[in-house]
């Protein structure tokens, strides 16, 4: 096993590995934080102080170039701070300036100094990270974990409302200053695995990709943590496999690959499930609809007879025959309704009846409430009730009637229905 972390490969799998660990724990903070630009801005700031680092250490020692970058990114972070406290600028071209000022003073500082080692900063070069890349990248992970599991509470509390926090007393000022801390170095050590550019997507990617997948931030940094050390992997295996892709891009590629994956198949906030919500609610409301147009056929007719004819129903709902069959049937499989002995009559059964009572009820309640309460005309209110009749639930139902004191007529001298248990409850 050891033999086998000394090997190009096996270090690079290993930077991967930490590298996801580390940034998908910190991006979940930068995600709910609204920081992403910031981690951008940070990953163009540290540029000077890691090209300082390698000027002025030509053994290359790792730390060197790390406490150099901190001082960089420590003092850019300062400048945007500054820049957005003596100036009326917005915080995003606050971001802006600070980034282009010190990526533009790095790239300068690489044309002076032409420094050996850069270019895996730039561009990202995993195939560079030897062992004491590895160690430092195991220590900035070790570290960055246990201050997040040390400080959970505060740097959640802080990460949501920062006000707040202020008014529990906690030091808001000290806990900013170390979290910067921690994402200047993780920024610092993962940019010689993916580069300055694609840095923000080691970060952001699986945070986005875990907030889809829990509202419950600490089940998100969890997920974060573990998509970004999955993925990260996952890119340095095809790299690995696949001879003459680039590390570092194929990295940032697996990440926002996971994130797409999630964004499709994630059970509750997926594009699928809302999809597949979408469609239900589109089918509940058609049913309805046929219900509730099944009910004022039989209402306009006195309630004479106990079903309706296809014709009748076509008629009142201005569609086809062909077309409602298809949602009748629909009714008649959810039992809904019920054929009549001959087949030539409708009938609702207690629980479709009880149903069309209810949205019908619903409609003409909430007529009634726009025109009593909210001084509407008579002759608007009906698509506003259109749309409100498949979503007004039970207790609001019983708050309308008290509010208008239990109408017995719509504002079109309609009569509300009273919806008993049975579903016999008919018109009041």
């Given at each position: 096993?050891?033999?086998?972390?000394?090997?190009?490969?096996?270090?690079?799998?290993?930077?991967?590995?930490?590298?996801?660990?580390?940034?998908?724990?910190?991006?979940?903070?930068?995600?709910?934080?609204?920081?992403?630009?910031?981690?951008?801005?940070?990953?163009?700031?540290?540029?000077?102080?890691?090209?300082?680092?390698?000027?002025?250490?030509?053994?290359?020692?790792?730390?060197?170039?790390?406490?150099?970058?901190?001082?960089?990114?420590?003092?850019?972070?300062?400048?945007?701070?500054?820049?957005?406290?003596?100036?009326?600028?917005?915080?995003?071209?606050a971001l802006g300036i600070v980034l282009s000022v010190f990526f533009a003073g790095g790239i300068a500082m690489i044309s002076i100094h032409q420094p050996s080692g850069v270019q895996a900063y730039?561009?990202?070069?995993?195939?560079?990270?030897?062992?004491?890349?590895?160690?430092?990248?195991?220590?900035?992970?070790?570290?960055?974990?246990?201050?997040?599991?040390?400080?959970?509470?505060?740097?959640?509390?802080?990460?949501?409302?920062?006000?707040?926090?202020?008014?529990?007393?906690?030091?808001?000022?000290?806990?900013?200053?170390?979290?910067?801390?921690?994402?200047?170095?993780?920024?610092?050590?993962?940019?010689?695995?993916?580069?300055?550019?694609?840095?923000?997507?080691?970060?952001?990617?699986?945070?986005?990709?875990?907030?889809?997948?829990?509202?419950?931030?600490?089940?998100?940094?969890?997920?974060?943590?573990?998509?970004?050390?999955?993925?990260?992997?996952?890119?340095?295996?095809?790299?690995?496999?696949?001879?003459?892709?680039?590390?570092?891009?194929?990295?940032?590629?697996?990440?926002?690959?996971?994130?797409?994956?999630?964004?499709?198949?994630?059970?509750?906030?997926?594009?699928?499930?809302?999809?597949?919500?979408?469609?239900?609610?589109?089918?509940?409301?058609?049913?309805?609809?046929?219900?509730?147009?099944?009910?004022?056929?039989?209402?306009?007719?006195?309630?004479?007879?106990?079903?309706?004819?296809?014709?009748?129903?076509?008629?009142?709902?201005?569609?086809?025959?062909?077309?409602?069959?298809?949602?009748?049937?629909?009714?008649?499989?959810?039992?809904?309704?019920?054929?009549?002995?001959?087949?030539?009559?409708?009938?609702?059964?207690?629980?479709?009846?009880?149903?069309?009572?209810?949205?019908?009820?619903?409609?003409?309640?909430w007529e009634r409430y726009l025109t009593e309460r909210a001084s509407y005309a008579a002759d608007h209110?009906?698509?506003?009730?259109?749309?409100?009749?498949?979503?007004?639930?039970?207790?609001?139902?019983?708050?309308?009637?008290?509010?208008?004191?239990?109408?017995?007529?719509?504002?079109?001298?309609?009569?509300?229905?009273?919806?008993?248990?049975?579903?016999?409850?008919?018109?009041?």
């Amino acid at each position: 096993m050891t033999e086998w972390l000394h090997t190009a490969f096996g270090t690079a799998l290993a930077a991967a590995l930490l590298l996801g660990l580390c940034c998908g724990t910190l991006g979940a903070f930068v995600v709910v934080r609204r920081m992403a630009l910031t981690g951008d801005m940070l990953s163009h700031a540290v540029l000077p102080g890691i090209v300082a680092g390698l000027v002025w250490n030509t053994q290359r020692d790792p730390l060197v170039v790390l406490a150099a970058a901190l001082l960089a990114g420590m003092a850019g972070s300062a400048v945007m701070h500054a820049i957005q406290r003596t100036t009326r600028l917005k915080p995003d071209a606050a971001l802006g300036i600070v980034l282009s000022v010190f990526f533009a003073g790095g790239i300068a500082m690489i044309s002076i100094h032409q420094p050996s080692g850069v270019q895996a900063y730039l561009y990202g070069q995993a195939a560079a990270i030897d062992q004491r890349d590895l160690r430092l990248l195991a220590g900035v992970t070790v570290l960055t974990l246990g201050v997040v599991g040390v400080l959970f509470r505060l740097l959640h509390v802080t990460a949501f409302d920062a006000g707040f926090s202020r008014l529990l007393g906690y030091p808001v000022q000290w806990l900013d200053r170390l979290f910067y801390f921690l994402l200047s170095a993780s920024i610092v050590v993962a940019m010689q695995a993916v580069g300055v550019v694609l840095i923000s997507a080691m970060l952001i990617a699986p945070a986005a990709a875990a907030l889809k997948l829990s509202h419950r931030f600490g089940r998100v940094v969890t997920a974060s943590c573990l998509i970004g050390a999955v993925s990260a992997s996952s890119g340095v295996w095809i790299s690995g496999v696949r001879t003459g892709l680039p590390t570092g891009p194929v990295m940032a590629l697996a990440v926002c690959a996971a994130f797409a994956l999630v964004s499709l198949f994630a059970p509750r906030d997926g594009i699928l499930a809302h999809a597949w919500r979408h469609w239900k609610m589109r089918r509940r409301i058609a049913r309805e609809n046929l219900l509730k147009s099944i009910f004022r056929v039989m209402e306009e007719g006195g309630f004479r007879h106990d079903g309706v004819t296809l014709l009748e129903l076509s008629k009142r709902d201005g569609r086809p025959v062909t077309v409602l069959a298809r949602g009748v049937g629909r009714l008649v499989a959810g039992k809904d309704a019920t054929w009549s002995d001959d087949r030539s009559g409708l009938l609702l059964t207690t629980t479709g009846r009880r149903r069309a009572e209810e949205i019908v009820r619903n409609h003409r309640l909430w007529e009634r409430y726009l025109t009593e309460r909210a001084s509407y005309a008579a002759d608007h209110v009906h698509e506003d009730a259109e749309r409100v009749e498949h979503f007004i639930g039970e207790d609001e139902v019983r708050r309308l009637e008290e509010t208008l004191d239990f109408p017995s007529l719509d504002p079109h001298g309609r009569p509300i229905p009273a919806v008993g248990k049975d579903g016999k409850g008919g018109l009041s």
